[in-house]
């Protein structure tokens, strides 16, 4: 904890960047409960995102399968039938 302190004495322009931004992310996210909200809603909202493109990308397919092989099958039938 000591190191961290005396990190933070330091002036950001001093810092090098990426010190900074490590700083201020782990301000953000791990010390407040409102960056643990934001991290677990961003977290959710892109696993339902998914789970939605994959379902509608699924259910696309399996309706075209379908319509293809009602296609295949009526066709199918009107040829049986002239004969």
Do not use: D, H, W
């Amino acid at each position: 904890m000591r190191g961290q302190s005396v990190l933070y004495a330091i002036p950001c322009e001093i810092r090098p960047r990426a010190v900074c931004e490590a700083i201020s992310q782990g301000i953000l996210f791990s010390m407040s409960s409102t960056g643990s909200f934001l991290k677990f809603t961003v977290g959710f909202l892109t696993f339902i995102s998914v789970s939605f493109i994959v379902s509608f990308a699924v259910n696309t397919y399996e309706v075209s399968k379908s319509a293809e092989e009602q296609t295949a099958a009526a066709i199918e039938t009107m040829l049986e039938s002239k004969k």
